[in-house]
């Protein structure tokens, strides 16, 4: 049987002109880079939007987004279906042990009174999440009351940010959070099926729409801990470089930088110290 015998609609054939306009469209605004292979996921995003607001051709729907700004309620939701969202809770093991025993040199410091962790791409929350929990967790330990803490989550997908802070996750997702966190700082819903974050953890995330691209315009400094995985894999690496100097420009003096296991080759800076620790790909800000 044929696609059409299902009911399913073709995506709506593109030319390499078209595709060329479309492509540098997406890697101004967003960032992300649609390569040739990625060319039916463009051609079908595009045209299942197109057919749901009643266009058919290209052209017309891309003067349309073209004549009004990144922050159109149109362009807002191409965006999020342009981007992989793929996420979850404690994602990359390696990562978040680095990040807990960077946590506890901190917190084993009398004279620290706050700790700021940034998570950067955070989708529906789970990597913010799992950044609270686990801070919050080292600081009750430790008996450190007197450590105030807040994670910044900020990501370009409006509808999925509006989704992660609501903090509410389908049963199975909230099965792969480790027992002990989640029958602390989660609760089941009335459905009795899924699970929500605490009051307690969500007050402690602070989630914003922040493009990567426009780094420059964040009021964000002093940051104790970065975590930006999964988000620069479809960037250029000219573009790729500029996001991670300007995350790490946005360190404290001894904050760390967390980035994906081969996210970025041949990368320094000069005031970054890379970490030697297993299985991680991480910076630290040493002047
Ligand atoms: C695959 S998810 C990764 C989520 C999480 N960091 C993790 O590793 O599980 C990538 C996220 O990056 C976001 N993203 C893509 N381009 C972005 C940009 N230019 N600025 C900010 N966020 C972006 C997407 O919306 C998506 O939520």
Redo the contacts with the bound molecule.
């Keep these: 049987m044929t696609l059409t015998e299902w009911g399913i609609k073709p995506a709506l054939p593109m030319s390499d002109e078209q595709f060329e306009l479309w492509q540098a469209l997406v890697e101004v605004r967003?960032?992300?880079t649609v390569t040739p292979s990625r060319r039916s996921f463009l051609e079908i995003s595009l045209s299942t939007r197109m057919r749901e607001i009643g266009l058919d051709d290209y052209e017309t729907y891309y003067e349309r987004l073209m004549s009004g700004p990144a922050s159109s309620p149109e362009w807002i939701l191409l965006?999020?279906r342009l981007?992989?969202?793929?996420?979850?809770f404690f994602?990359?093991q390696s990562s978040f042990k680095l990040v807990e025993e960077h946590l506890k040199e901190l917190i084993k410091d009398n004279g620290r009174h706050s700790i700021n962790i940034w998570?950067?791409?955070?989708?529906?929350g789970?990597?913010a999440y799992s950044l609270a929990m686990l801070t919050d967790s080292l600081v009750e330990e430790r008996g450190r009351k007197d450590v105030f803490y807040g994670v910044t989550a900020?990501?370009?997908?409006l509808p999925?940010l509006i989704k992660a802070r609501q903090g509410i996750f389908a049963e199975r997702r909230g099965a792969t959070v480790p027992e002990g966190f989640r029958l602390k700082y989660m609760h089941q819903m009335p459905n009795h099926k899924d699970w929500q974050m605490n009051d307690a953890i969500r007050k402690r995330v602070a989630f914003s729409q922040?493009?990567?691209?426009d780094l420059e315009r964040a009021p964000f400094s002093e940051m104790d801990v970065i975590?930006?995985?999964?988000?620069l894999i479809?960037?250029r690496r000219f573009r790729k470089r500029d996001v991670v100097t300007q995350l790490a420009n946005r360190l404290a003096k001894g904050g760390i930088l967390v980035l994906?296991l081969g996210e970025i080759v041949d990368w320094s800076h000069p005031q970054l110290e890379r970490i030697d620790y297993p299985d991680t790909l991480a910076f630290k800000r040493v002047s």
């Design positions: 967003i960032g992300i965006t999020d981007t992989v969202q793929e996420t979850s994602r990359h998570s950067a791409g955070c989708s529906s789970e990597e900020t990501d370009i997908s999925t922040l493009n990567l691209m975590f930006c995985q999964n988000v479809y960037f994906g």
